[in-house]
């Protein structure tokens, strides 16, 4: 649990200072139009510091780190995530600078989301795992009881 909390701290510390960054960055180039440096801090916080914090609510509830398949996702999605924001912080840079980005670094920015993805899928397989069975169809659930219609009106 540690772990998922020192990484929701490092990803707080990372999007407060890309924040910074991009304001200082701009105002030092005097650029006053659209960069994807405007988002990243905004990624960071959420995709980093808000959701490994629910993460690790998950992981206090559930005991994620368990099952097996915890170490996957968590080494995978923050794979994904460090590639993505440092390919939005790449390309807003080089927008701040007037250069062209280029087709690499939508490729790699697309790899990121990729393993986002699979993060996410394994994060979701690694919940199915920690939630308790269900019983089978057959079993009635206590809390609904269906009511016969009546025929007191026909």
Same mark, same amino acid.
């Given at each position: 649990?540690?772990?998922?909390?020192?990484?929701?701290?490092?990803?707080?510390?990372?999007?407060?200072?890309?924040?910074?960054?991009?304001?200082?960055?701009?105002?030092?180039?005097?650029?006053?139009?659209?960069?994807?440096?405007?988002?990243?801090?905004?990624?960071?916080?959420?995709?980093?510091?808000?959701?490994?914090?629910?993460?690790?609510?998950?992981?206090?509830?559930?005991?994620?780190?368990?099952?097996?398949?915890?170490?996957?996702?968590?080494?995978?999605?923050?794979?994904? /995530? !460090?590639?993505?924001? =440092?390919?939005?912080? &790449?390309?807003?840079? @080089?927008?701040? $600078?007037?250069?062209?980005? *280029?087709?690499?670094?939508? /490729? !790699?920015?697309?790899? =990121?989301?990729?393993? &986002?993805?699979?993060? @996410?899928?394994? $994060?979701?397989?690694?919940? *199915?795992?920690?939630?308790?069975?269900?019983?089978?169809? =057959?079993?009635?659930?206590?809390?609904?009881?269906?009511?016969?219609?009546?025929?007191?009106?026909?």
């Amino acid at each position: 649990m540690r772990k998922i909390l020192n990484t929701a701290h490092a990803y707080m510390i990372v999007g407060l200072l890309s924040g910074l960054f991009y304001r200082e960055f701009t105002k030092a180039k005097d650029f006053h139009g659209d960069t994807q440096l405007a988002v990243v801090h905004t990624h960071v916080l959420a995709l980093g510091m808000l959701f490994m914090l629910i993460v690790l609510v998950l992981e206090k509830q559930f005991t994620l780190s368990s099952v097996g398949l915890f170490a996957w996702f968590f080494r995978i999605y923050n794979a994904g /995530l !460090v590639v993505t924001v =440092g390919m939005m912080t &790449l390309h807003g840079i @080089l927008t701040v $600078l007037g250069r062209e980005s *280029g087709e690499a670094i939508a /490729l !790699v920015a697309g790899l =990121g989301h990729v393993l &986002l993805t699979v993060g @996410l899928v394994l $994060l979701f397989i690694t919940l *199915g795992k920690c939630l308790p069975a269900t019983k089978a169809s =057959g079993a009635t659930d206590p809390g609904a009881t269906a009511a016969a219609p009546s025929s007191e009106g026909q």
